[in-house]
Structures are given as structure tokens and as C-alpha cells.
């Protein structure tokens, strides 16, 4: 948990924060906890935060994962819907993980449906930047066989799905849909598909909307490059759009149609020819990847804390000490609840059922 004073410790040893450095004298004041991987402290009066992160979901060391974060705020950034990167803090004893200088970006939450719109616009213009070179990636993930990417995310998480007693019902609904992702997968092996700089962690309340009706992504831990349709299925399906209070709303099926709808007119002919094909199918395999994470985090928030041992090996750690104890019990019920076999059948309709959400968009 952020001791304030611990944080103050190690911004004394930085110049930044002391003499006439830019930083100097400005009083901390942490922000509310919303997320499990990172606590935010505003910098009064500079208009940045500290963003500090308490573990790395890809399990990265600390020098590493905060490489990787520097990045994906620089790289976002350049599409004018990311804050500006004002620099990093390296790892040290008081701050084990280092943290970065972020641009605040001053808004409000968004509403839904009101501001799909908005987050969709954000999407096309983080999309449509220039893919660098192969060998300019690093060191962001690349997944140049996007579909292949996303599965193996998918597998590493059911692993954990025997652990995590599930009930008999939602095991066998999820069983079914990962021998659709693994039969999907080879009939598709092969096929050119598009890939772009993703956002990854697009749920909405990872975004701001500024007084300009411009939607801003504020958590780009875990930017890449892969599969567009993974961020528009994971903006807008049911276990994102109503995972943080203050953006709770459940989409119909129309709201979500709508969306891509202003999506694919944001990209363009060109963009949408590509991504057509792999639009509802991708979104399928992120139904999979968001619900195998609830069965991995219910297993694994029940550990205790990393042994130092482990920590010098992986930084990832979601055991319940490292959150805020009413944060975790948020968590905890909205997974529980994604797990209940009637959650699972309803985000299953949108493909199982008709109308499909492929007929509502008119692919």
C-alpha cells in the first residue's frame, strides 16, 4: 500500500522535486484507488501525477515494466488521445517499482451510451498511427499473428479455471467457447490480418472525456501491437462496460452496433474492408480473455504476497494484500458475478442468439 511519506522519501533524492527543480515544493495528494495494478498521486499545481505502479501484469522487473509503460505513453500520446509522458523515477528501496510523470488529463468519466461515440473516435486515431518496422516495435509486445496473440493470452488464463471452482455450468459454457477459439484459430491459420498499436485495457473506465467531447485513455500499461477488434469488443462488452461504478451501464444490443458503426466510419473504407471479417470473432476470444482473467484473479488474490525470491523473477502479483481492501471486495464481486452461469449465457447471446449482434451492425 503508497505511504506518502515513503513517496516523499524518494522524490527528495530526485532534482525534480527539490531547489528550484520543476516539481519543487508541490504538495501530494494521492487520488481514490480504482485499479489493481497502480496508485496515482496528483503533482498540486503542476498539472501531472505520479503514476506508480504496485506490479507488472506481464511480469516484467521493475526496470523493464517501466521501460515498457514510458513507452506505451509516448507511443499513444503521438495520436492526441494519451497524456504526455513528463519522464520516469527509477526503481529504488522506497519506490520498489519506480513510478512515472504523467500529463493529468483534466475531464470526467465517460457516459453511456452518450459518449461511445467519443471512445470509438479515440480507438480509430490510436489505430490509424503509422505501424512502425519489425524491429522498431520494441519493447512492445508484438503480436505480428494478432489472432495467435490473443489465444495464448486466452490459454495461460484457463489454466487457472480448475483452480477456481467454478460452476459446473459456466466450466462447460467456457469449455465449449475454447474449443470454438482453438477450431476458429486453425480454419484461420495463415490469413492475413490487420495489425495496428492497441490499447489493450480499453474498458471505459480507463478513459476521460475532456470538456471538448474528446476521449482520452488514461491506462496504457499494456499498449501492443495486435488485433484492433480486441479494443472495440473490449470497450463494449458486459463485463467492461459495468466493472467500474462509476461507468456502469449495460449496453444493448443496438448501443453496440452503433458503436462500431462510428468505429468503422472513423477508419475509413480501407480500414474497415480489413477489419470486417474479424470484427465479431475477435470479439468472441475477448469475451474468453475477460472471463478466464476472472478465474485467474479469483485464484490468485487468495495468495498471499510475492516471497522476495519470486519477486526477483516476476513483479505480477494480485494477492489481496497489495489493493486496497474495499477495492478488492469490488473486484471480488464483479467476478463472481461475470462467473455466474446466467452472466456468461448472456454475453454468449450476442453470437448464440438472434438477432446477432452481426446482423444488428449489417456485416
Known amino acids: 500500500m503508497l505511504e506518502v ?5 524518494a522524490l527528495a533524492r530526485d532534482r525534480r522535486f527539490v531547489g528550484t527543480g520543476r516539481f519543487a515544493g508541490a504538495a501530494l495528494e494521492p487520488l481514490v ?4 495494478a497502480h496508485d496515482h498521486v496528483r503533482l ?6 505520479l503514476r506508480i505502479p504496485k506490479q507488472s501484469q506481464f511480469g516484467y522487473r521493475a526496470a523493464e515494466n517501466l521501460a515498457y509503460q ?17 519522464g520516469t523515477l527509477p526503481p529504488s528501496d522506497d519506490l520498489p517499482m519506480g513510478a512515472l510523470l504523467v500529463e493529468e488529463i483534466v475531464g470526467r468519466p465517460p457516459r453511456l451510451p452518450d459518449d461511445l461515440a467519443a471512445l470509438a473516435g479515440a480507438m480509430a486515431r490510436v ?17 505480428r499473428d494478432p489472432l495467435a496473440g490473443a489465444l495464448a493470452e486466452v490459454d495461460r488464463q484457463a489454466a487457472y479455471l480448475q483452480e477456481g471452482h467454478l460452476p459446473a455450468e459456466t ?10 477459439a482453438h477450431d476458429f484459430a486453425a480454419r484461420m491459420s495463415g490469413r492475413q490480418q490487420p495489425i495496428a498499436l492497441v490499447l489493450t485495457d480499453t474498458h471505459p473506465g480507463n478513459f476521460l472525456i475532456r470538456e471538448t467531447g474528446e476521449a482520452v485513455i488514461v491506462d496504457l500499461e499494456k499498449a501492443l501491437y495486435g488485433a484492433p477488434a480486441i479494443d472495440l469488443a473490449h470497450a463494449t462488452v458486459y463485463s467492461s462496460t459495468t466493472w467500474d461504478s462509476e461507468v456502469d ?27 470486417r471479417p474479424w470484427l465479431l470473432p475477435l470479439r468472441r476470444i475477448l469475451v474468453l480473455r475477460a472471463l478466464t482473467w476472472c478465474a485467474k484473479w479469483a485464484v490468485l488474490h487468495r495468495a498471499s504476497g510475492l516471497a522476495d525470491k519470486q519477486r526477483a523473477a516476476s513483479t505480477e502479483d494480485w494477492s489481496a494484500e497489495n489493493s486496497d481492501p474495499a477495492l478488492i471486495a469490488h473486484v471480488g ?12 449465457r448472456q454475453m454468449r447471446g450476442e453470437w448464440l442468439d438472434r438477432p446477432s449482434l452481426e446482423s444488428s451492425i449489417g456485416l
Do not use: I, N
Open 5 to 9: 511519506a515513503t513517496l516523499a522519501k
Open 33 to 36: 484507488v480504482k485499479g489493481l
Open 44 to 49: 498540486r499545481g503542476s498539472g501531472c501525477l
Open 70 to 86: 514510458a513507452t506505451c505513453f509516448e507511443r499513444v500520446a503521438a495520436s492526441g488521445h494519451g497524456p504526455q509522458l513528463h
Open 127 to 143: 489505430h490509424a498511427l503509422p505501424l512502425p518496422s519489425v524491429e522498431a516495435r520494441a519493447p512492445l509486445e508484438d503480436h
Open 171 to 180: 466450466a462447460a459454457q467456457l469449455a465449449s467457447e475454447l474449443a470454438w
Open 249 to 275: 451501464a449495460a449496453l444493448s444490443l443496438g448501443q453496440v452496433a452503433d458503436f462500431y458503426r462510428a468505429y468503422l466510419a472513423a477508419a475509413g473504407p480501407e480500414a474497415t474492408a480489413r477489419l
Open 333 to 344: 464481486e464483479r467476478v463472481v458475478h461475470y462467473l455466474d452461469p446466467a452472466t456468461v
